[in-house]
């Protein structure tokens, strides 16, 4: 019987501890955004049991949604003042322009890569000045890029983990004013900031 790792999902406090530990082992302990989202009106799609990248309590409004509802009944234990909702990336129950930034920080990979569009036009809904998007890329290479996927499959059970060209071809017609890759396994993490397009 093979294990499936999203089954972490169900136990927020082990998922945090794990989240805490990738991240300092790919750089990412002093990563932050909040300069993008002080002041603004913040969605956080997949948001988990803990926000490492920003501070919620630092937004002008804040709310969050994941499909998980253990992960949603810890968000709003630890940020009470935010809305924190059971609810898809792929229907979001907001209106159009609601939020001035919507983050999706290791949320896609974890979603079926058909639903990437439907997911990214939501997105592009409710978003009105940028997307920031912190996620996994493979690299490009047979053997490095083969490495990472196994890592991936046994460790963290995602279902798209795209190349640098298929992030591109995926966020074609978007503006990204700004893309940066970290990580320690093979430059593993990317990040985009995405502007969207004018509907």
């Excluded at 019987?1 to 972490?8: G, K």
Aim: some cysteine; proline content about 5%.
């Amino acid at each position: 019987m093979r294990l499936n790792p999203e089954a972490i999902f169900h136990f927020p406090s082990l998922y945090e501890h794990k989240n805490k530990m990738l991240s300092l082992l790919n750089g990412l302990g002093r990563f932050r955004v909040n300069d993008r989202t002080r002041g603004k009106r913040v969605l956080d799609i997949g948001c988990g049991p803990v926000q490492l990248y920003y501070d919620p309590g630092q937004t002008r409004q804040h709310a969050a949604v994941d499909n998980s509802p253990e992960m949603v009944e810890v968000c709003k234990r630890r940020y009470p003042s935010s809305r924190c909702l059971v609810a898809s990336a792929e229907a979001l129950p907001f209106e159009d322009k609601a939020f001035d930034i919507v983050t999706l920080f290791f949320v896609l990979h974890h979603i079926d890569f058909k639903k990437w569009a439907a997911v990214l036009a939501e997105t592009q809904r409710v978003s009105k000045e940028k997307i920031l998007v912190l996620d996994h890329i493979r690299h490009d290479g047979w053997l490095r890029g083969n490495l990472q996927q196994n890592y991936w499959n046994l460790f963290d059970g995602g279902k798209a983990y795209l190349r640098k060209k298929e992030w591109a071809s995926t966020l074609k017609g978007f503006r990204v004013p700004q893309f940066q890759r970290k990580g320690v396994f093979f430059g593993n993490v990317c990040y985009f900031e995405i502007e969207p397009r004018e509907c």
